[in-house]
């Protein structure tokens, strides 16, 4: 079991990343190889559709030569992939948002996937202390990640959190993420 952590804050040890953090140490305890990478330290470009991936010979691959390479890699190689993101301006942050423009090598030219069922899990944390009140958006995530061929599991959402750590006050989101794990690693 292969799990691929996806930290999207721009904060280095704010709440989705301690939340995050949390998760795969459980999930590693539980017997998965977990790795992860912090967006934010990367050098990401947003897709130049270029069409490149689409090529013969080139499939999975991304002509942009950037940090991406490696994250492709692993995205393709996990049984799951977490991405933990803060909610900015109702959307994932723009350091996620580079991660999934950049997926395009994922799909065959006639829009079918190349992924074998690699499961996507997000993980938001939100000031808005309402847990459905960006519902909509985060289905609409969900949809894309269905679209490039993830089996999409429920979002995890955590609300009423604004100081860099506020998460420490609420040990409840902790046992979520950990349940989440257990869910990951035995499914």
């Known amino acids: 079991?292969?799990?691929?952590?996806?930290?999207?804050?721009?904060?280095?040890?704010?709440?989705?990343?301690?939340?995050?953090?949390?998760?795969?140490?459980?999930?590693?305890?539980?017997?998965?190889?977990?790795?992860?990478?912090?967006?934010?330290?990367?050098?990401?470009?947003?897709?130049?559709?270029?069409?490149?991936?689409?090529?013969?010979?080139?499939?999975?691959?991304?002509?942009?030569?950037?940090?991406?390479?490696?994250?492709?890699?692993?995205?393709?190689?996990?049984?799951?992939?977490?991405?933990?993101?803060?909610?900015?301006?109702?959307?994932?942050t723009a350091q996620a948002r580079l991660f999934t423009d950049r997926l395009m090598p994922v799909l065959k030219p006639d829009y079918s996937s190349w992924l074998n069922g690699q499961r996507m899990l997000t993980l938001y944390t939100q000031g808005q202390p309402d847990p459905d009140r960006y519902a909509s958006y985060f289905a609409h995530v969900n949809d894309m990640f269905a679209f490039l061929g993830f089996r999409t599991l429920k979002p995890l959402v955590f609300g009423n959190l604004h100081g860099v750590s506020d998460v420490q006050q609420q040990p409840q989101h902790f046992d979520r993420v950990r349940q989440a794990a257990a869910e990951l690693v035995r499914a």
């Open 1 to 92: 079991m292969k799990v691929l952590g996806l930290h999207a804050s721009p904060r280095p040890k704010g709440n989705s990343t301690q939340l995050l953090n949390a998760l795969l140490d459980e999930a590693e305890r539980l017997g998965a190889t977990v790795s992860s990478y912090t967006l934010n330290t990367l050098r990401l470009k947003g897709c130049q559709a270029c069409y490149s991936c689409r090529q013969p010979g080139k499939e999975k691959q991304c002509a942009v030569k950037d940090d991406m390479q490696p994250i492709l890699a692993e995205v393709f190689a996990a049984d799951a992939v977490v991405l933990a993101s803060p909610v900015y301006m109702w959307q994932l």
